[in-house]
């Protein structure tokens, strides 16, 4: 297990500095297998990191007819709502890329039963890739968890399955969804976890403590993985700043 860390002066620098990185991977994942599968995040944290990807010099870097898109975590909402994953990696990069249409694996959470939409999916992810994604980019919420793994969840301790329904979770916005379960950390090339903000230090603080209580610190299963990159502006890491090697 390896971790890395990009501490950068603020939001600008973050999305350069993260879209780099998807580059760099894609590029590794294209000349190795022909095919660079790479899972978004929700939330606002990486609609800096679309828009670069979806910008020069990403835009042409990557070669998109080879990129598989899929999603760690998705709201039971329809695809056009505001608080769809979906719809916004769409608005922001998705729709901004020359992508093939088919090479985007959609969570539809918006479907009325999760657990079997769950079940669906996870026997898409193993069709496509065996389940293992070459970089999952994770962002981190304020209360530390990711995905749709919340403090308490039930999913933190799943052993078995690799996407799960989560059914009323008390999260802001409160609606169930659809999301990897740890053991898709176990089975990813790579992770790139992400943050920006004052907002979210103590998160990112509380992730990369050695004191060890993930089904109150979420963030802390990344850990499981077998390469961690952390990309973060100065406010997000100021916790962790000083204990960083220089």
């Not at 860390?5 to 590029?27: M, R």
């Not at 729709?95 to 939409?117: C, H």
């Not at 109150?216 to 850990?223: C, K, M, N, T, V």
């Not at 997000?236 to 960083?244: K, P, Q, T, V, W």
Request: aromatic share 6%; charged share 25%.
């Amino acid at each position: 297990m390896s971790a890395r860390f990009e501490l950068v002066a603020d939001v600008a620098a973050f999305a350069e500095k993260a879209a780099t990185i998807v580059a760099e991977h894609a590029e590794k994942a294209i000349a190795a297998r022909g095919r660079f599968v790479f899972a978004l995040t929700g939330g606002s944290t990486p609609i800096p990191l679309h828009e670069a990807l979806a910008s020069a010099p990403f835009r042409d870097r990557i070669d998109w007819t080879k990129v598989h898109v899929v999603f760690g975590d998705e709201r039971a909402v329809a695809p056009t709502a505001k608080d769809s994953n979906f719809g916004s990696a769409q608005r922001t990069l998705l729709s901004k890329v020359p992508l093939p249409e088919g090479n985007v694996l959609r969570m539809e959470a918006d479907l009325p039963d999760l657990a079997a939409t769950a079940r669906a999916y996870e026997e898409r992810l193993l069709a496509l890739c065996d389940g293992r994604v070459d970089l999952v980019c994770v962002g981190i919420g304020k209360d530390a968890h990711i995905f749709s793994l919340f403090p308490g969840s039930p999913a933190i301790d799943e052993a078995h399955r690799l996407v799960v329904a989560e059914i009323d979770p008390p999260m802001n916005p409160a609606l169930s969804r659809i999301t990897f379960t740890p053991r898709m950390l176990d089975r990813a090339g790579a992770v790139l976890a992400i943050a920006t903000g004052a907002e979210k230090s103590a998160a990112v603080a509380h992730a990369l403590a050695s004191a060890r209580e993930p089904s109150r610190f979420p963030a802390q299963l990344l850990a499981r993985a077998s390469e961690t990159i952390w990309v973060l502006d100065r406010a997000a890491g100021a916790e962790i700043s000083r204990s960083l090697p220089a």
